[in-house]
C-alpha cells in the first residue's frame, strides 16, 4: 500500500528548536522533511521471501543483524524524478533504542544519516559531523568501523550500533530496489 505526502520547504524553514519537542527526538514528518524538502513522499512496504532475507543478510555482513522481512521505506521524487529513499531503523546501542533515518541516494549510495530518536545518555550520541563520514558510502568492505569509520571517542558501541544500521540499510535497499519496476 503506498500513501502519497507532500514534504513542504516551508517545514525546514522553521527553526531547529522547533524540530526538538524533547531533547535528541524529532519526528518522523520532521525528519523527512529535512531530507526531502518540497518533494512528494511515498510510503511503501516491501514484503521479503526467505531468498531475499538471505540475500540481504549476505550482504549486509555476518556481524549486521536482519530478522524482519517487512520493510518500510519513503521514496521521494521531485518534479518526476527520484531524489532518495529514506529508511527508519530502530535498534539498540547498549540498553536503549536509537532511531535513524538513512537516505539513499538514487545511485545507490548515503545521502544522508540523521538521529530521529536517542535514548541512551546524551554523552554517547554520535555527532553530526561523524554521521557526515558516511554521505556518499556505498556497501563495501571500507563500510566498517575496522575500515574507514572511525570510533566516536567514548562512544564505541554508538559507532558500531550506527555502523551496523547503515550496512543492513544498505543491503535491504539492494534486495528491495525501489527504483525497479515491480520490486518487492
Known sequence: MAVL???AAVAVMVSSAAFAPVAGQISQDQALALAFSDA???RRTAYLDDDQLDEARRLAGGR???ESTIVT??????????????????HRVRTLQQVLMIVVQPDGSIGRVETVSFREPPEYEAPGG?????????????LSTRGQIPNVTGATLTSNAVTAA???VLALHAVIRPFASGSP
Do not use: C, K, Q, S
Open 5 to 7: 505526502i507532500r514534504v
Open 40 to 42: 512528494d513522499v511515498e
Open 64 to 66: 549486521v543483524e536482519i
Open 73 to 90: 521505506h519513503y521514496i521521494a521524487h521531485r518534479t518526476g524524478n527520484p531524489v532518495g529513499v529514506a529508511y527508519f531503523d530502530a
Open 130 to 142: 561523524w554521521l557526515d563520514l558516511f554521505d556518499g558510502r556505498v556497501l563495501d568492505d571500507r
Open 166 to 168: 547503515v550496512r543492513r
